[in-house]
């Protein structure tokens, strides 16, 4: 294939490729946030975000990123001293520990190891070893690629201490696997905008059970531009606290739209299609998944040869981007990335620029004309 009629090919677990028709909603003129045309979206995405949460509670769009997100989370249900239970499985685990500890929090830290999902019996000593106020948790753990047992983990914790707050980090989950916030009880939940909700950065989402906002309520810690309630009072008269992101929510209404017309489940299910067909064709070229437990949102593989030589080959050579490991996986994984638009026709070509790739790279390979039987099985799919 010629150079310049290759599309570059963003497969990276956020941020995310972009529809076409979101970057249109993206261009169209600004329009200014106290208007009734922007109450209305604003209204309609608040709506609908409760669909993808699966919950009855009002849901939030704050202008920051997930991180932002993560920390609107914790300001607001953290009170001084609190004990915090941290599942500790990658680096954004690290992230949410360091912010709790940040902010003056006990924090114990439950470190799991890399590529593998919280071990429940673990988790209940711990939660068995002195009273919580908070367990955070990432869904997905997107430096491994390792979706958590989210239900189990509520269950569990809702048992052995009913009064403990469970925040999730979902920013890779919430809008690729199901995450229902209501039925699984969880207390706070955070999704981000470049990653499952397939815009660029810059908002992200939230959401608080009844339980927690007893807490925040009378929480006496310090908060400011994260303060949830002044946010819910501003929404509650058509408004944000600040200033509204109009692009950004103009273009996630169309998101969210589009989700909704072809219904949650199936939009589930087409990332579940793209991430087990990722995988089938990856193993099948010898690169084994690094997670034990693997999310449908990203895929961590075990690459033959260093990892960030790959990559970067993959990158110059092949116009495919794709993400490589931090840490102690670095230059051992490549990460793939299954959310945002991604059609059949990418996927094929993510697997023959990755074959031809790691070709190149001198790795022992199965025939080429295999290929084209596993990309034939696309064809069965709903993708
Ligand atoms: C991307 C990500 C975040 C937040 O990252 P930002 O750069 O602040 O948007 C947090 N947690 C997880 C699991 C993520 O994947």
Known sequence: MKQAARKMLLMTPGPVPLDPEVQIALAQDMIHHRTPAFDQVLKSVLLKLKVVFGTSQDC????CTGSGGMEALLVNTLRPGAQVLCINSGKFGERWAQMAKVFGAQVTELVVPWGQAVNLNRLEQELNSKNFDLLLTQACETSTGVLHPIEQIAKLTRKVQPDCLI????????????????????DGVVGGSQKAFMLPTGLSFLSFSNRAWKLIENNPSP????????????????????????????????????ILSQGYPHHLEVIKNRAQWTREVSQWMGLATYSQSPSPSVTALLTPCDSQKLRNHLE???????????????????????????????????????????????????AQSELSSLQKKLDLLQL
């Open 60 to 63: 939030y769009a704050l202008t």
């Open 167 to 186: 925040l999730v980090d979902a920013i890779t989950a919430l809008g690729a696997t199901p995450l229902p916030m209501d039925e699984w009880d969880l």
């Open 223 to 258: 908060r400011f531009y994260f303060d949830i309630r002044k946010e819910r009072e501003a929404n509650q008269s058509g408004q944000t606290y600040f200033s509204s992101n109009v692009t950004l929510l103009r273009a996630l209404e169309w998101v969210l739209n589009k």
């Open 316 to 366: 110059t050579n092949y116009q495919l981007v794709l993400m490589g490991g931090q840490d102690q996986a670095k230059g051992k994984i490549i990460r793939i990335g299954h959310m945002g638009h991604i059609s059949k026709s990418d996927l094929i070509q993510m697997s023959e620029r990755l074959y031809l790739g790691l070709s190149d790279l001198g790795v022992p390979l199965p």
